[in-house]
């Protein structure tokens, strides 16, 4: 199931101690992770100071986009749980003033979106 839920575009939870270690270079000095969520091989890592969405683009992955979005400029986020037929939790997060979510991820039931949104909001509000 977790090969599947990884086609379908879901993400699974990270260990903290790894992200930190792979993507050392991008952090300050200081900044910690708080949770990370890999979507195939894309990423989403909330920190202690920003979210940063990590884009693996390409059929090898080498070329990668690093967004980092400050918890400042985000306006508003939503979770949606999973349901019986939809077996999908999925985050929303706006920026700034836009009409659309900037962010929209969807998560397996590996993963506790309440958790998600309790360090998206600890930090956010």
Known sequence: MGLLS???????VMDNKQVEKEFEKIFVKGEKVEAGFK?????FIFTNKRL???D????TGRKIEYLSIAYK???KFSVE???TFDLDAELKIWVSSEKL????KKFNK???VYEVQKILASFVL
């Open 6 to 12: 990884g086609l379908l575009g879901n993400a699974s």
């Open 39 to 43: 979507i195939i091989r894309d990423l």
């Open 52 to 54: 940063v969405l990590i």
């Open 56 to 59: 693996k683009q390409g059929l």
């Open 73 to 75: 400029s985000i306006a």
């Open 81 to 83: 749980t999973a349901g």
């Open 101 to 104: 979510p900037s962010v929209s």
């Open 110 to 112: 590996s993963v506790d």
